[in-house]
T-cell receptor
Framework: GAVVSQHPSWVICKSGTSVKIECRSL??????MFWYRQFPKQSLMLMAT?????????EQGVEKDKFLINHASLTLSTLTVTSAHPEDSSFYIC????????????FGDGTRLSIL | QKEVEQNSGPLSVPEGAIASLNCTYS??????FFWYRQYSGKSPELIMF????GDKEDGRFTAQLNKASQYVSLLIRDSQPSDSATYLC????????FGQGTTLQVKP
């Protein structure tokens, strides 16, 4: 149980392209999903918290117009990196929180984004 | 002071030994504590979670929590080379706060 699917696994694209990443909870409903970014040899950095049916909450320093988050259903959240540039290249990972207070977050496999 | 602190390691143990990973946290109001394993280039995988003081065992893994000392640990018994990874301690304060991770190397 508690499977989170994330697509695509790899994206290589040109600077200026917008990239959409999908995160799905496959066997449970996720009211809250999270988006993280991880640079090499660093820990996970929370970018934003995605709540079904409402606007995402962004962490300090994360540009909401750059990283668009939509959580349209209880099983799907999307992150769109708009007009991506080389400095946006990173490992993006989503997670979904199990139902109930204090439940663990379960992570997708991550998306490795490379902007040329 | 960082909110969640771990020794970055690497922690090196021989195959079959017990690996002990430690974590301290600063928010006394924290209620939920998690250990994730992350292999290089992969996303984190949940290993254990613990909410109450004391020990919680699952197979070769034991999580220990001491809220008075604000200390969480993970013991891995009979360590295997496949356990070689980075272990992330995470504390929930409404959102997960991760430590920097401890790299574990299990040598055959």
């Amino acid at each position: 149980g508690a499977v989170v699917s994330q697509h695509p696994s790899w994206v290589i694209c040109k600077s200026g392209t917008s990239v959409k990443i999908e995160c799905r909870s496959l066997d449970f409903q996720a009211t809250t999903m999270f988006w993280y970014r991880q640079f090499p040899k660093q820990s996970l950095m929370l970018m934003a918290t995605s709540n079904e049916g409402s606007k995402a909450t962004y962490e300090q320093g994360v540009e909401k117009d750059k990283f668009l988050i939509n959580h349209a259903s209880l099983t799907l959240s999307t992150l769109t990196v708009t007009s991506a540039h080389p400095e946006d290249s990173s490992f993006y990972i989503c997670s979904a929180e199990g139902q109930g207070k204090g439940q663990p977050q379960h992570f997708g496999d991550g998306t490795r984004l490379s902007i040329l | 002071q960082k909110e969640v602190e771990q020794n970055s390691g690497p922690l090196s143990v021989p195959e079959g030994a017990i690996a002990s990973l430690n974590c301290t946290y600063s928010d006394r109001g924290s209620q939920s504590f998690f250990w994730y394993r992350q292999y290089s280039g992969k996303s984190p995988e949940l290993i254990m979670f613990i909410y109450s003081n004391g020990d919680k065992e699952d197979g070769r893994f034991t999580a220990q929590l001491n809220k008075a000392s604000q200390y969480v640990s993970l013991l891995i018994r009979d360590s295997q080379p496949s356990d070689s990874a980075t272990y992330l301690c995470a504390v929930s304060t409404g959102k997960l706060i991760f430590g920097q991770g401890t790299t574990l190397q299990v040598k055959p």
